[in-house]
């Protein structure tokens, strides 16, 4: 067992006053010493934390004494350090940002996808007639996705709607939403069944809980996670790697940002890339006046570096 866990979740729910409730929730976390990114809206909570054994424990303890976060599913990973540096916790008007608000307004809990246990995804998988939709970033699908997914070319997730017209052809289909611990979907296939999308489906706990359950069979590649981890391993019984170096194109899952700070890409440069090219994705980048200082991890402090999508 190893000493440290983060856990990922969320929850769809009515928090009345996010602001106080988020003043409140920082102070009980900053007490218990625990760190991670915690978002809180009107709409809900959504989190990834990491401490001891026991302050995660005791993190869990606090969330679910509260009715409305009854049921809270938290997906629990063993870890060898904090996958975190510090606490964040921030007031947004989502718990992760869709665009589905005002005329294209999507709440889950009355509109969403039929949720697949793991072992349903298992028997999904063999059908001809099922469609995996990835709906996260292109950057995170091009890390790892399942087999014969269909991927969506998207920085973020709330271009989402604006790729309605390509997936038109799929209308007719078994349509399985897939995402990392299940948030996206939540409003993705609610998103779809509003505009006519007969059969959607969703991943519960998305790819994290289907690795824990099933062993990961046909994911292949890495996962993508928003923590200092960066990518992290998801398939036990028939593992890849799928995404390649930049530079020299050979495999690789070595997620860095560029050090030209005025470039800041994210993209996969294998470790001898990575001195070669001093941490860059390009020779212009290498010669850019704000290169910053490359140790080998292609991990700057936060300021530099551009928020992506939320914690899940």
């Known amino acids: 067992m190893k000493p440290y866990q983060t856990l990922l979740y969320y929850k769809y729910t009515t928090i009345p006053n996010p602001e ?53 599913d938290f997906k629990i990973d063993e870890v060898d350090r904090p996958s975190f540096e510090r606490l964040y916790v921030r007031v947004k008007p989502e718990i992760v940002h ?9 709440d889950p809990n009355r509109t969403t996808g039929v949720h697949l246990k793991p072992h349903e995804v298992l028997e999904m998988l063999t059908q001809d007639d099922v469609v995996f939709l990835d709906v996260r970033s292109n950057y995170e699908s091009n890390i790892g996705r399942f ?8 920085d973020n997730f709330r271009e989402f709607p604006q790729q309605l ?3 038109e052809h799929l209308k007719d289909k078994k349509i399985v939403t897939y995402c990392t611990g299940g948030i ?7 998103f779809l069944l509003q505009n006519g999308f007969k059969h959607v489906y969703q991943v519960e706990g998305g790819i994290v ?11 292949e590649g890495k996962l993508y996670v928003f923590d200092n981890r960066v990518v992290v391993d998801v398939n036990r019984v028939n593992p890849t790697i799928i995404s390649t170096c930049r530079i020299c194109e050979k ?17 996969v440069l294998c470790e001898d890339c990575g001195w070669k090219m001093l941490g860059c994705c390009s020779d212009e980048c290498m010669q850019a006046p704000r290169r910053r200082e490359y140790d080998g991890t292609g991990y700057y402090a936060r300021e530099s570096i551009t928020e992506k999508d939320g914690c899940t």
């Open 20 to 72: 106080e409730f988020a003043q409140h929730h920082k102070v009980f976390c900053e007490r218990l010493g625990i760190v991670g990114r915690i978002i809180v809206a009107g709409e809900g909570l959504n989190g990834t934390v990491s401490g001891t054994v026991v302050q995660c424990k005791k993190y869990m303890e606090h969330v679910l004494s509260q009715p409305m976060f009854a049921g809270i």
């Open 98 to 106: 869709s665009s589905l608000r005002g005329i294209r307004q999507v």
């Open 251 to 267: 495999p690789s899952a070595r997620m860095v940002n560029c050090a030209n700070a005025d470039c800041n890409e994210h993209f």
């Open 209 to 219: 809980k289907y690795a824990k359950e099933t062993g990961g069979k046909d994911f």
């Open 165 to 167: 017209r390509n997936l």
């Open 184 to 190: 996206k979907c939540e409003k993705a296939s609610g």
């Open 147 to 154: 087999k014969n997914a269909v991927c969506l070319d998207i």
